[in-house]
């Protein structure tokens, strides 16, 4: 694999270094004995400067070793995970700029504490591996982190998507279906077919696949046919979706792209993040801004919470629940200044006792559901109450539609309050190779504070509908004994408790 140069003057940096530190040297002796500056020494340990042969020879016989094992990329042991990290596409696929990180800094930082960074990167290797991270969730990690610095708000693509509403659908024109489907077709040149998920079951828990191109006959010449395939048995609003997409990747140019969704199978980060550009460009062309602020403004104007209203509200934008909520997290922080907020989606199957989050983004930095391992969420949570409500309906009423549930919660050890209104529905799930039919629950959740009640009148009122109950983490975090919805034993509770009172014992030994 060929490295790019600062890696590799940073891998030499950090083998001279290593064995000048081995022979008991420093810095000023090896410069000495070599005959060059200290300076330039140190700016070689850096990774900052590469040295010709004659200066690597005068370096290799300062040292001792030979000029083949001097200029080997190979480090020691401890230094291994440095390395891989330099091998791995890393540093050269991650925008690290995204994140406010200058590559050469981290380059430097990699230079001036080799040893202690190095066990930092194998601690996060070991933790991926124990918990079998694969790439693409750690790019979906990264991709949530750099949502959530943002506030999942994004100008330059509102933007975009204000010019593209003003070009094809001036004057509040609505963006449906014909008009994605004739602009894919006449201004980009892509032929959409369908799959029939019943005879080609292989391909069941895609949605759709792109194929950028191949060669066919034509009269004249051979020409390229770019081809969306869209799942049959997709919902109007999921195609309205797709199709807005695919006008996202192509209106921005957006070129580095996965070609198959729902499932995404990334090479890179960059195929990530385009991927959600062209989404969020999508929930912004299928849901206009400006409408969408009139129509909250008045939502949250009244004395009074409905959720078969908020339902409608979701239906009139021609939008699932999910997209409606990821919209709103775009323009809630910007147009409303309620940036204390987060999104998380539940998975259930009806009749089993366990829930899985699928998706979560924390806008709140305050208290908050987040992924969990080998411990039980609270079943207090709206979003858990709603699934099993669901489920109850389908069991036993012939129930096949959506559930829209509101709460406010409070969290008896940070006595924090949010409000969160839940909406529930079935929905076809992958899992493994196949799909099955499971429920789904997305919540938005807003941490109630002063701010919040000045923008919802109905959080104000005495008669505002929406019931109240005291939450937790997790069961095995709550001190809520006489809880009837408890579904495992406060283990972690009581080792705290144990812990603080050997402390204490300890203390009163001084």
């Not at 693509?157 to 509040?172: K, T, V, W, Y």
């Not at 983004?361 to 109450?385: F, N």
């Not at 009148?457 to 939450?471: A, C, E, G, S």
């Amino acid at each position: 694999m060929n490295l790019p140069a600062d890696h590799i003057r940073l891998l030499f940096g950090l083998k001279l270094r290593q064995l000048r530190l081995d022979r008991g040297l420093s810095v000023s002796e090896l410069a000495q004995q070599a005959g060059l500056s200290i300076s330039y020494v140190t700016e070689i340990e850096k990774g900052r400067k590469y040295p010709k042969a004659d200066k690597i020879s005068a370096l290799a016989n300062a040292m001792q070793v030979d000029y083949d094992t001097l200029v080997s990329l190979k480090l020691s042991k401890k230094l291994e995970p440095i390395s891989d990290l330099l091998r791995s596409k890393f540093l050269t696929e991650v925008p690290l700029e995204l994140f406010g990180i200058d590559p050469s800094d981290l380059l430097e930082l990699l230079a001036e504490a080799p040893a202690k960074v190095s066990a930092m990167i194998r601690t996060f290797m070991d933790i991926a591996l124990t918990y079998n991270m694969s790439v693409e969730r750690l790019y979906l990690t990264m991709l949530r982190s750099y949502q959530e610095m943002h506030d999942n708000f994004f100008p330059d693509i509102e933007a975009d998507a204000e010019r593209f509403l003003n070009q094809f659908a001036p004057s509040g024109q609505a963006v449906d279906e014909a008009l994605l489907t004739n602009l894919l077709k006449t201004q980009y040149n892509i032929h959409i077919e369908y799959f029939d998920p019943l005879t080609q079951p292989e391909l069941t828990a895609l949605r759709s696949i792109f194929r950028p191109g191949r060669a066919v006959s034509s009269a004249n010449a051979p020409a390229e046919k770019r081809t969306l395939h869209l799942n049959a048995g997709l919902t109007l609003e999921q195609r309205s979706f797709i199709l807005a997409r695919e006008v996202g990747f192509q209106f921005m140019s957006l070129k580095n792209r996965p070609y198959t969704y729902s499932w995404v199978e990334a090479e890179s980060f960059e195929q990530i993040l385009n991927n959600y550009k062209a989404s969020y460009f999508a929930g912004a062309i299928l849901i206009r801004r400006d409408q969408l602020v009139e129509r909250l403004s008045a939502l949250f104007a009244r004395d009074t919470w409905s959720n078969d209203d908020f339902l409608q509200l979701i239906t009139d934008f021609g939008a699932t629940p999910e997209r409606f909520f990821y919209r709103l997290s775009n323009v809630l922080p910007s147009a409303f200044g309620i940036d204390q907020l987060f999104f998380y989606r539940f998975n259930h199957t009806a009749g089993q006792t366990t829930f899985h989050l699928t998706k979560e983004m924390h806008l709140s930095r305050q208290q908050g559901p987040r992924g969990m391992v080998d411990e039980h969420y609270c079943r207090r949570w709206i979003a858990l109450t709603i699934l099993q409500e669901l489920s109850f309906l389908q069991q036993n009423k012939g129930f096949d539609g959506t559930l829209c549930r509101a709460q406010v919660s409070e969290y008896v050890d940070a006595r924090q309050q949010y409000l969160i209104v839940s909406v529930a529905h079935p929905f076809q799930a992958r899992v493994g190779s196949h799909t099955a039919q499971q429920n789904m629950s997305v919540s938005m959740c807003f941490a109630i504070n002063d701010a919040l009640r000045a923008k919802m009148k109905f959080l104000t009122t005495t008669n505002n509908d929406i019931p109240f109950r005291i939450v937790n983490e997790a069961c095995e975090r709550c001190g809520i004994f006489d809880c009837r919805e408890r579904v495992a034993a406060p283990t972690i509770l009581q080792k705290k408790r144990q812990f603080a009172g050997l402390k204490e014992a300890v203390e009163k030994l001084k």
